[in-house]
């Protein structure tokens, strides 16, 4: 399974942006998605989960209420909506997929396949 993030960049504090993650895999469906987020010098932290159908999701208090984790299985997409951006959210940005659960978790030990990241600025 190989896992691609797009749609990091540069954003003004309170601006948006929509990251996407295209999973090489024969039926998505069968995997739960997260998302994390790493800065310098910083562990890998938990920002999102999303499980097989995309009827539960689970969020980091840090963006509950201005992220919004979605998932396409048809199109074998993942989606990570950020509004209300701050600087520390700036980081990289990486999504994660496990076939070993049906519910996501918080913990970076849970998925088994991993993208490269993508990188997010936000600017004050």
């Known amino acids: 399974v190989q896992l691609v993030e797009s749609g990091g960049g540069w954003v003004q504090a309170g601006g948006s942006l929509t990251l996407s993650c295209e999973a090489s895999v024969r039926d998505l469906g069968y995997y739960a998605m997260g998302w994390f987020r790493q800065s310098p010098g910083m562990e890998r932290e938990f920002v999102a989960w999303i499980n097989w159908t995309g009827e539960k999701t689970s969020y980091a208090d840090s963006v509950k209420g201005r992220f919004t984790i979605s998932r396409d299985n048809a199109k074998n997409q993942g989606y990570l909506q950020l509004h209300s951006l701050k600087p520390e959210d700036t980081a990289s940005y990486y999504c994660?997929?496990?076939?070993?659960?049906?519910?996501?978790?918080?913990?970076?030990?849970?998925?088994?396949?991993w993208g490269q990241g993508t990188q997010v600025t936000v600017s004050s």
């Open positions: 994660a997929a496990s076939s070993r659960y049906y519910s996501g978790s918080p913990d970076p030990a849970g998925y088994d396949y």
